[in-house]
């Protein structure tokens, strides 16, 4: 058997037709046939797949692709990792749906996360399973309402928490609220202490505090306009904003302050957790212990599954029922996510992702060195982003550029996405077991694209 990192196709990238090829191509136009037009996905990456393995991605054509995209940070041990492949076959032997009642898969994925979770939550929380990564915001913050008594929840600009039910108001874009069933009452947004592009004219150590305190002035002053604080929720690094890692210092005064006025504190780590930045959970490295914590995304190795973990006193006398959905708890994700995280308790994977993380970090550093249009580049973990700008100076936003890079690395076989408050940001969120060969052949393509890109700017 092959090791974790060899799992990948030979010879990646392999770029052998014209992209998309003939088949993909007459699956892409079947699929506009049949599909709604809201796609976002199939805009960017114009392939059909047939399969995959490790870090790289096959198209029906034959094709392979380096895969950065990891199914944005739902793939974090890779297309058909050997242990989360055999608990997902061994769990399809068992039962692969039901509600609620325990099963093995339910209790030793249970007593599993809970020997992981941060700091105070470790072995003393409770859980409640949700199906979406929005989904698992919507119960946090339906939660922290709750125990509070409060309604409104405080969240941050450029923030991304899921698109459906009351949660989309506490995503940063408008555009998934304009036609959202409910609107944005009760969410009040500030800042997030992203130092490329802070609108307040702070020094860069006194951003973290100048934003706290903002929060603490709508906590303490009846006249501050959004009502009284029933939660602060809040991405450790944001993802779809960016990949933006706030100052360390933020996280632990952020904590100070909610426990401080007993505001509960939500971390959303569906996108963070679960190995991403090179702890297990992200808060683990300022040692912050949340309230309530949002959990999904690879934490069912591509089946869907979420939940949120939360301090155990805040159970006593929810009512039943307080939120459902009959697919919670799917013990065929369990089976893998118990998989999953095990492995991550016991392997030196953290490590690697840590030392390769500042590795690919320091590459990307030195691309942007030689290129005027990286304006910043920032990360943790497989984390990392290279902002684009038309200039350093300006900071103007260099849309068209990110499109055509992206476009370039695609033809040569490398599948990188974008994210940002303008979409100007590319994000490496490659599988953490990506092998070394396709670290740097992805490096290769990314720095050529790059500058190939740059010339028509």
Not at 117 to 132: D, E
Not at 138 to 151: D, G, P, T
Request: aromatic fraction near 8%; proline fraction near 5%.
């Amino acid at each position: 058997m092959k090791s974790e990192y060899e799992l990948s196709f030979a010879g990646a990238p392999s770029i052998k037709t014209k992209l998309p090829g003939p088949r993909s191509l007459e699956l892409l136009k079947k699929q506009n046939q049949l599909e709604t037009g809201t796609r976002t996905y199939t805009n960017h990456f114009q392939l059909a797949v047939k399969k995959a393995s490790g870090s790289t991605i096959e198209d029906m054509d034959g094709n392979v692709f380096i895969d950065w995209f990891s199914g944005i940070c739902v793939m974090n041990m890779g297309h058909g990792h050997p242990e989360v492949k055999k608990a997902m076959i061994d769990q399809l032997d068992s039962i692969v749906h039901i509600n609620e009642v325990p099963t093995e898969a339910r209790m030793n994925f249970l007593e599993t996360l809970n020997s992981t979770l941060p700091g105070g939550l470790r072995n003393k929380s409770k859980v409640m399973f949700t199906v979406t990564g929005a989904d698992a915001c919507e119960a946090a913050i339906s939660l922290a309402r709750y125990v509070s008594k409060k309604k409104t929840i405080v969240a941050f600009g450029g923030a991304y928490h899921g698109v459906a039910g009351d949660i989309v108001g506490a995503t940063g874009n408008h555009h998934y609220r304009d036609f959202a069933g409910l609107s944005s009452q009760n969410i009040y947004h500030l800042p997030y202490p992203y130092a490329y592009r802070f609108p307040g004219k702070v020094k860069e150590e006194d951003i973290s505090k100048f934003v706290v305190d903002q929060l603490e002035y709508l906590i303490t002053d009846p006249y501050a306009g959004p009502g009284a604080i029933g939660g602060v929720l809040v991405e450790p690094i944001q993802g779809e904003g960016g990949y933006i890692v706030p100052p360390d210092d933020f996280l632990p005064l952020l904590r100070e302050l909610t426990e401080k006025h007993s505001v509960p504190l939500i971390l959303d780590e569906v996108q963070t957790g679960v190995g991403r930045t090179g702890k297990i959970w992200a808060s683990e490295h300022q040692k912050v212990t949340p309230d309530i914590m949002c959990i999904s995304k690879s934490i069912g190795g591509g089946i869907p599954t979420s939940m949120i973990a939360y301090r155990s006193e805040y159970d006593q006398n929810l009512p039943a029922g307080f939120h459902l959905g009959t697919y919670r708890g799917n013990p065929l994700a369990l089976a893998a996510g118990n998989a999953i995280l095990n492995h991550l308790k016991n392997s030196g994977l953290l490590d690697r992702v840590r030392i390769k993380g500042e590795y690919i970090k320091s590459r990307f550093q030195e691309i942007a060195d030689d290129n005027k249009f990286v304006g910043d580049v920032r990360g943790r973990g497989f984390m990392i982003a290279a902002e684009l700008v038309k200039d350093k100076k300006t900071k103007e936003p260099a849309v068209e550029l990110v499109s055509r890079a992206k476009s370039t690395m695609f033809s040569k076989g490398l599948l990188m996405h974008t994210c940002g408050h303008y979409s100007n940001v590319l994000r490496h969120m490659a599988p953490l077991t990506i092998e070394d060969e396709l670290i740097e052949k992805g490096i290769e393509i990314f720095g050529e694209s790059l500058k190939e890109a740059s010339k028509k700017a």
